[in-house]
């Protein structure tokens, strides 16, 4: 496992740090997306650390971010239906390949909608021309972590989106954990069914509680273990980093339980509960106890106030900060230097804040992948970025 | 599907192999085409294999197997340890199994796994038979072979309580490290399953 860069104790990182030679040790370097979004068919080849895609409104810079975060298990940045992605007045399918280089090895990664025909809409996974059997299997290839617009009210949206966003940070550290939260789901929903369809079967509810327990306690555990190594992550750089710290609380969803003892008391405890509740559960239609309720609250460190109070400018520097740390958490642990995509971050930065942006995504050493509408935002990358002019079909 | 040019008994098969798991509407028109072609080598044995098929197999009473006997071959193998009973989740599995020649025992095919999603109950499967099965004597080990799904483990569970009181050893299959797997490649949860179900050697 490679050791990740260490942030500088000053604020004058190497502006080197990119320089011919040194590029991250994970990195797309080729893209082909077909009939996707708005793209019938293009190529594109990246040789450095930085890219930038460039161009207009609606031009197809976030679609490109888009078919990247297909290089992850789920459904991308905007969480859209795979249909959706199927470019308009296409075949119905789409395709999305990538050649990966990550710890010196070459990957090639393809994603593949068929066209529409019966079959549920799922896309096919290829990696190196084998079947993958999950998209847990892209975990081991390389980790993609983004930053979108769409997440500009996390702070202040619902605890739902909070919860995603702690699950996909938890996710890049621990692939299990994507398939922990869906079998709680299903049993989660499974036990729900049972209790509206007023069928009070015992022994088949213990049968459910049971998994709920141990599903419900493991993701707990993992969410808290993240929450603190990010923590320390966030404290490490606090001093050298020109976004601010935030501290963060995680609530698990669970009341009763404290998390202070081994699991499988924990486990016992949570189960118990989960029986005690039957009714209450069943007259409010929902659980109203567990993982699926778990909140993370961040607030700025310095002036211990909530996110939410902040400026929206401050959120979003709050938010980049957050996700940088991550990034450097998941290249300690994983030991693959994540891939990042920043959809219209640069717009929102003071220049001060754009610059040590991009030094600091030098000095990770990984790959970011950014969009704006104006090249100028991206000045100071001059020489270190692959400038990539996106324009759509009917502007050319 | 596009309009018939070949009448309407050709598109009628044609639909019916579209139904067979694995097969699509592409794939039946294809293997539509080489029954029609091979007459004599293919369509009329398949035709007779399948009425034969209809006429003579059935479920078997005991155990939920298929075959064209009741009780099925392997309930009546005395070659095989008849009070040792796997419990499986679909004749698929006991295929599996055999295949596998894991254990020479008997088996019992519950027809599916409990699941308020898609509406499937206790009633639904062969759990009823099972215990009656074991109450009826003879049975001195179960072992429970579901899938390690979120429905079959709820399943197991379900099984195991509502043996309770009887007198029949129940053991479940390991969960962990696949013949062959390195460890190095394993995820965090199978690991731990291993973990787990770790044996004295």
């Not at chain 1, 650390?49 to 298990?73: C, I, M, Q, R, Y």
Request: glycine content about 8%; some cysteine.
């Amino acid at each position: 496992m490679s050791e990740p860069a260490k942030l500088p104790a000053t604020l004058e990182p190497p502006r080197d740090a990119h320089a011919p030679g040194s590029l991250p040790s994970s990195r797309v370097e080729t893209l082909r997306v077909g009939d996707f979004r708005n793209y019938s068919v293009l190529d594109l080849a990246f040789e450095s650390g930085f890219v930038v895609f460039h161009g207009n409104n609606g031009a197809g810079k976030t679609n490109l971010l888009e078919a990247l975060s297909l290089l992850s298990p789920g459904r991308g940045i905007r969480r859209a239906t795979y249909g959706e992605m199927a470019r308009q007045g296409g075949s119905g399918g789409f395709l999305v390949r990538a050649g990966i280089v990550s710890n010196e090895t070459a990957t090639l990664v393809e994603s593949r909608l068929p066209p529409p025909g019966g079959a549920p809409a799922s896309r096919h996974l290829r990696i190196d021309k084998t079947v993958a059997r999950t998209a847990d299997e892209l975990l081991e290839v390389c980790r993609v972590l983004w930053l979108t617009p769409a997440m500009d009210g996390l702070f202040t949206g619902p605890a739902g989106d909070r919860r995603r966003f702690l699950d996909r940070m938890v996710l890049a550290v621990d692939p299990a954990h994507g398939r922990r939260a869906s079998d709680y789901e299903r049993a989660m929903r499974s036990r729900n069914r049972l209790l509206s369809e007023d069928r009070m079967d015992d022994v088949w509810l213990s049968g459910l509680e049971a998994q709920m327990a141990e599903l419900g306690v493991a993701m707990a555990i993992a969410r808290r273990e993240l929450t603190r190594m990010l923590t320390a992550k966030i404290a490490e750089a606090a001093s050298a980093s020109p976004f601010p710290a935030a501290r963060l609380e995680l609530s698990s969803g669970y009341e009763l339980a404290d998390f202070s003892t081994a699991a499988v008391e924990t486990e016992e405890e949570v189960r118990l509960a989960l029986r005690r509740s039957r009714g209450i559960d069943r007259a409010a239609g929902r659980t109203r106890e567990g993982a699926h309720r778990a909140d993370l609250a961040v607030y700025f460190a310095a002036k211990n106030m909530p996110a939410a109070l902040a400026s929206t400018g401050e959120q979003k520097a709050l938010l980049i900060g957050l996700v940088l740390a991550h990034a450097q958490l998941v290249a300690q642990l994983s030991g693959f230097r994540p891939i990042l995509l920043l959809d219209e971050v640069a717009a929102h930065l003071d220049p001060g804040r754009r610059a040590a942006l991009f030094d600091l995504v030098a000095l990770l050493g990984v790959q970011a992948f950014m969009t704006g509408t104006d090249a100028a935002l991206f000045e100071a990358l001059a020489g270190r970025a692959d400038m990539i002019s996106v324009a759509s079909t009917s502007e050319r | 599907m596009a309009k018939s040019v070949a009448g309407p008994e050709i598109e009628k098969l044609i639909q019916l192999l579209a139904k067979l798991p694995g097969l699509g509407p592409r794939s039946a028109r294809r293997a539509a085409l080489h029954l029609v072609k091979r007459r004599e080598q293919l369509l009329t044995p398949l035709t007779a294999a399948m009425a034969e098929a209809r006429d003579k197999i059935g479920i078997c009473s005991t155990c939920g197997n298929i075959d064209s006997r009741d009780p099925c071959t392997i309930c009546t193998d005395h070659a095989r340890d008849q009070a040792t009973v796997v419990v499986v989740e679909d004749v698929s599995d006991l295929w599996a199994l055999e295949r596998a020649k894991a254990l020479n025992a008997a088996y019992h095919v519950l027809g599916g796994v409990l699941s308020p999603l898609e509406g499937v109950g206790p009633e639904d499967l062969t759990i009823r038979q099972l215990i009656d099965r074991i109450e009826a004597g003879g049975v001195k080990e179960l072992v429970i072979a579901v899938n390690a799904t979120v429905e079959g483990q709820t399943t197991a569970h379900y099984i195991m309580d509502r043996l309770e009181g009887l007198d029949v050893k129940v053991t479940r299959l390991a969960h962990g490290v696949p013949v062959g797997g390195e460890l190095d490649y394993l995820d965090e949860g199978t690991l731990a399953a291993a973990m787990r179900s770790r044996t004295a050697l």
